[in-house]
């Protein structure tokens, strides 16, 4: 090989590899983000074995109930006629509500991690769960359009109902079990996340409406 077929090898090889390598944090995470927009779903098995996009899948569960949380206390503010204040649904659903909301994800996780594990005899690690049931949990941020009152809660509940479909994608990529398997362990987590939250958002309410919870559980106990 002459020199200079070797620089052009060395130039498309460090092309791809050095691009990846070069790319910010944002710029892979809004990649992978738009592929899930795509319902691409063979990003999971790209992100499960990428250990850096763990805090990366994190914040998505942050940012998705900052949004969700944002969308409640813009829909408040449009109702003060039923005794909403502000500044207490944004410290209570947005603030709390997007810290609790994180916290009961890993509810979720560690759950369908047991059924697959235990039940299914699935072999992976629940690290690798948080990274892709993480990154499908992105729907949640279309919660944000609760503010439009008159279709809050369809919103609220197609938002969810997204993310548990993409999740379900999400669990079978990571873990290579079956559709019916990846259902049932979904279901086990998804199920206690929604009694979790449900539970929360009767925890100091607002006015008749749920407390530390953002979106569409901030309608759960509503009038």
């Known amino acids: 090989m002459n020199r200079r077929t070797r620089a052009q090898v060395s130039v498309r090889g460090g092309g791809r590899g050095g691009g990846a390598r070069g790319a910010s944090g944002y710029q892979v995470l809004t990649g992978w983000l738009g592929r899930v927009a795509r319902l691409d779903y063979s990003v999971f098995e790209e992100v499960k074995t990428e250990r850096t996009a763990t805090a990366s899948a994190v914040l998505v569960v942050l940012g998705a109930s900052l949004l969700a949380g944002i969308g409640s206390w813009i829909w408040a503010l449009q109702h003060g006629e039923y005794g909403l204040g502000g500044g207490e649904v944004l410290l209570k659903s947005v603030l709390g509500g997007t810290l609790v909301e994180t916290g009961v994800f890993f509810v979720w996780v560690y759950l369908s991690y047991v ?50 479909v993409v999740e379900n994608a999400a669990i079978q990529r990571a873990s290579g079990v079956t559709e019916r398997e990846a259902t049932v362990a979904n279901l086990g987590g998804f199920a206690a996340f929604l009694v979790f939250m449900g539970a929360f958002a009767n925890v100091v309410k607002v006015a008749e409406f749920g407390g530390l919870a953002p979106g569409i559980f901030f309608f759960t106990f509503g009038v």
């Open 115 to 164: 059924v697959l594990t235990y039940m299914f005899g699935a072999k992976v690690f629940f690290q690798e769960l948080i990274r892709t049931m993480g990154l499908a949990f992105a729907p949640v941020a279309l919660s944000l359009f609760v503010a439009v009152a008159p279709l809050a809660v369809p919103f609220g509940v197609f938002s969810l109902g997204l993310a548990f």
